[in-house]
Antibody, heavy 115, light 111 residues
Framework: EVQLVQSLATEKKPGESLRISCQGSGDDFNYQWIAWVRQMPGKGLEWMGVIFPGDSDTKYTPSFQGQVTISADKSTTTAYLQWSSLKASDTAMYFC????????WGQGTMVTVSS | DDVLTQSPLSLAVTLGQPASISCRSSQSLGSTDGKAHLNWFLQRPGQSPRRLIYKVSERDSGVPDRFSGSGSGTDFTLKISRVEAEDLGVYYCMQGTHWYSFGQGTKLEIK
């Protein structure tokens, strides 16, 4: 069964770029969809988008299209979430999720954007 | 976009008493394989979400049988027959029929 391990918490300044990661263990990682989910402080869960690492097919929730980039490296069984220019409003916990019907979740990566 | 509306948004329950959470969809979640793609998750404080129920009523491995899911079309319910202390946290419904979306969450507290 795939397990998902995310990169550590990070603090950045507005305008900086960032890429966080979600590494899967197990042979199935490249053959299942991986999702990214945002949770702003004290708020609920928001679906950002998904990627199929095997062929990098990617789909975004409209409100996140153009705001972030989801990518994957199948050789390292890793999915990424990337920002080119962070804003304070990007401060949130970010989870990756996978598995059949989203039964496997990473531990979350806290991103803090502050000047 | 499909909008999921949960109620109540908060719930205080005495240990041993039942609890029920409603999740209403703005569109029917019926699917060709007979079961709507409607999941329930529990997020305990400081933890990642954990899936409890998938496809409306299928309980995940290790989830106590006091948890049950039901519903069809646009109306779904998560029931806990006897609340225990470990059940506190925020419960989310999630649909995967019309893209993906979560309900706002229902915070369960112990009275």
């Amino acid at each position: 069964e795939v397990q998902l391990v995310q990169s550590l918490a990070t603090e950045k300044k507005p305008g900086e770029s960032l890429r966080i990661s979600c590494q899967g263990s197990g042979d199935d990682f490249n053959y299942q969809w991986i999702a990214w989910v945002r949770q702003m402080p004290g708020k609920g869960l928001e679906w950002m988008g998904v990627i199929f690492p095997g062929d990098s097919d990617t789909k975004y929730t409209p409100s996140f299209q153009g705001q972030v980039t989801i990518s994957a490296d199948k050789s390292t069984t890793t999915a990424y979430l990337q920002w080119s220019s962070l804003k304070a409003s990007d401060t949130a916990m970010y989870f990756c999720a996978g598995g059949a019907n989203w039964d496997i979740w990473g531990q979350g990566t806290m991103v803090t954007v502050s000047s | 976009d499909d909008v999921l509306t949960q109620s109540p948004l908060s719930l205080a329950v005495t240990l041993g008493q039942p609890a029920s959470i409603s999740c209403r969809s703005s569109q029917s979640l019926g699917s060709t394989d007979g079961k709507a793609h409607l999941n329930w998750f529990l997020q305990r404080p400081g933890q990642s979400p954990r899936r409890l129920i998938y496809k409306v009523s299928e309980r995940d491995s290790g989830v106590p049988d006091r948890f049950s899911g039901s519903g069809s079309g646009t109306d779904f319910t998560l029931k806990i027959s006897r609340v225990e202390a470990e059940d506190l946290g925020v419960y989310y419904c999630m649909q995967g029929t019309h893209w993906y979306s979560f309900g706002q969450g229902t915070k369960l507290e112990i009275k």
